[in-house]
């Protein structure tokens, strides 16, 4: 499987799959940039090798939210608001096209010169991209020479735009961009290559989605660390009260099967000790701190208490690979945001020391952008669902595509 380092893109079109689904605020300003410049490095490289480059990507789910008159919400939906922001940071002219597969489309792609970029409007727009129709995706390969999948945050899908459009490629016209490359180079390096002690840090609210991922890192992994609402599900199924907190009943039996077989494999599984607890959902509620054995009726656990903090970080501390999937508590709210720092700055410390750190999954990466702590751990990955279904074991459409 090559990477575009292996190819000469003079006087190519580059089709390029890149992942241009970043958050807006009510105005249509970027919030968060990282997946725009993380595909940078990918199209410069076709520039600099006097190629032009052919851009598409997905924004949302428009098919999913409807106008109320059936109609696809262009306005809030389109690619078009990324254009200035992305010209602005390539420091050139971004041509837009208001559709991928329209015959309009295709001719502005065709008469691109050497240097020229154009933007595709969003893939979703039509229902043949989820769907990986394969009539879609023919129209799609006819804006380029060579594909380039570089969105990693959606290799798990096998979308027309993602996947079936490798299938019209030959090999040697097809390959991974730099930040695919690199997702999957440091996915690998955790997977197969970890330097021990071995801890995973696992956070979110639900037990039902880490299922798989935990049942992988028990094979793998020395130390698993569960914060987070999903915590108290666990805790719940030892036999404690847990108030009001979060917990998935049917998922308590699950639980004590997990945290045995930990046991029998010599894996330690680390819950949080005490919890920073509220009377309501809300920034504004009544706080106080709680031993996790009991937490009072009508109280709930939306962060980790001070003692979990300083048990989570001296196993942080000694660990030499780590990996980072979902926050400690409500760290949106900031009365429930210092067990999330806390853990973010024991694992830039531990980074300082030695050890290789791989941060993914939407919330932990958000987190460690919040707190200013992103160039401080090894790898921030842009994957979130892709980066899971990873570390499941999962082959990803959009990887074995390109083989």
């Not at 290799?155 to 997702?183: P, Q």
């Not at 999903?230 to 699950?254: H, P, Q, R, W």
């Not at 009991?294 to 196993?315: C, K, Q």
């Not at 000694?318 to 900031?334: A, Q």
Request: with cysteine; hydrophobic share 45%.
């Amino acid at each position: 499987m090559q990477t575009v380092d292996s190819i000469n893109f003079k006087n190519k079109r580059a089709l390029i799959r890149v992942d241009f689904n970043v958050p807006f605020d009510k105005n249509f300003n970027i919030t968060d940039d990282t997946r725009i410049k993380s595909s940078l490095p990918t199209i410069r490289k076709v520039l600099e090798d006097g190629g032009s480059v052919v851009l598409m990507s997905h924004l949302g789910r428009p098919l999913k939210k409807l106008k109320e008159d059936g109609t696809i919400d262009v306005s809030k939906f389109t690619l078009h608001h990324v254009v200035k922001h992305l010209s602005d940071l390539l420091h050139r002219n971004i041509k837009f096209a208001d559709d991928c597969v329209s015959e309009e489309s295709r001719k502005m792609s065709a008469a691109l010169t050497n240097g020229e970029i154009l933007l595709l409007e969003n893939t979703r727009f039509h229902k043949e991209e989820e769907k990986g129709e394969e009539l879609f995706a023919v129209k799609l390969a006819q804006h380029g020479d060579i594909y380039v999948n570089d969105a990693f945050g959606s290799a798990h899908r096998a979308h027309a735009s993602t996947t079936i459009v490798a299938k019209h490629f030959s090999k040697e016209n097809k390959a991974m961009g730099f930040l695919m490359a690199a997702e999957v180079a440091n996915a690998e390096k955790v997977i197969h290559k970890s330097e021990k002690p071995f801890t995973a840090i696992l956070g979110g609210a639900k037990v039902s989605d880490k299922i798989l991922i935990i049942e992988n890192l028990l094979e793998i992994a020395d130390n698993i660390i569960i914060g987070g609402g999903m915590a108290y599900t666990f805790i719940k199924a030892l036999g404690c009260n847990v108030g009001n907190s979060l917990v998935e009943e049917d998922m308590l039996e699950l639980a004590l099967h997990i945290l045995k077989t930990a046991k029998e494999k010599g894996v330690n599984i680390l819950l949080p000790e005490d919890s920073i607890i509220a009377d309501k959902f809300d920034n504004a509620a009544n706080i106080k701190v709680a031993d996790n054995v009991n937490i009072p009726a009508g109280w709930m656990g939306l962060d980790i208490g001070h003692d979990s903090i300083i048990a989570f970080g001296e196993v942080i501390k000694n660990s030499k690979t780590i990996l980072w999937n979902g926050p400690m508590g409500v760290f949106e709210m900031e009365k429930f945001q210092n067990g999330t720092k806390s853990i973010a700055v024991a694992v830039a410390h531990a980074t300082q020391k030695g050890a290789f750190s791989l941060v993914g999954g939407g919330d932990s990466v958000a987190a460690v952008n919040k707190f200013g702590l992103a160039e401080k751990v090894s790898f921030v990955s842009t994957g979130g669902g892709a980066l899971l279904e990873y570390f499941e074991g999962k082959t990803l459409p959009g990887v074995a595509a390109l083989s």
